[in-house]
């Protein structure tokens, strides 16, 4: 069952071809593979993040606030329209992130898109989150705005659930078709060879994690998805 509601720190870095297989060399002393990640390679998340029709919110979080907040329906690769996906909200405060989510049916998260109407009869939903990001949704009147997807390797610590490690790539994204049951494409916003890394952890990184990042000369970076698509996006890309 997915994880619904959450808190922790992440924090991200930019690692090209080299540094990712330095570091796959010594993970799975740590950490075990995420069951997405059969025999070892990547499995596909997409999105459609919520906006206003001016980018109210991609704008405000590229302004570097204290508290910044998002909306988005993923999906694990593509799906049709009777698979499940989830509509997460997204807020951070102090470099602590707060994440909730909810399973919908893609067919009924579109309606609910166009007419604003919760689905009643869902037994996988969480009406409690649902209604906290429904007033967000109805206070900015939002609605799916940018694609993006992207392929992922994921890790667990083995002695520490608390920390967890994804590495990202082939990071694509498009503002129009902007549907789940579409297939994947898009720009790529990705410099050739490059990997985003993010570790996640409420408490603080284990050693041997800092210790790789240090001999690895790896710094972290405030790189958004989102935030570089708007970039694209406004320069014309």
Known sequence: MAIEVFNRREIKYMIDEEQKDSLLKIIGEYMNADPYNKDGKTY???????DTPSDELIIKSLEKPAFKEKIRLRSYGRVGLQDTVYLESKKKFDHVVNKRRTAFILNDAYKYFEEGKLPVDNP???????????????????????????????????????????IDRNIQTRRTDLRLDSPIYGEQILPEGKWLMEAKAF???PMWFVKFLSSQKIYSTSFSKYGQEYKNYKMGR
């Open 44 to 50: 596909s998340i997409c999105n459609l993040y919520l």
């Open 124 to 166: 996988k939903t969480n009406h409690q989150v649902m209604r906290e990001i429904d007033y967000i949704m109805k206070f900015y009147d939002l609605k799916p705005r940018v694609y993006i997807s992207y392929d992922r390797l994921a890790f667990f610590e083995k002695n520490n659930s608390d920390f967890r490690l994804t």
């Open 203 to 205: 408490k603080a990184f």
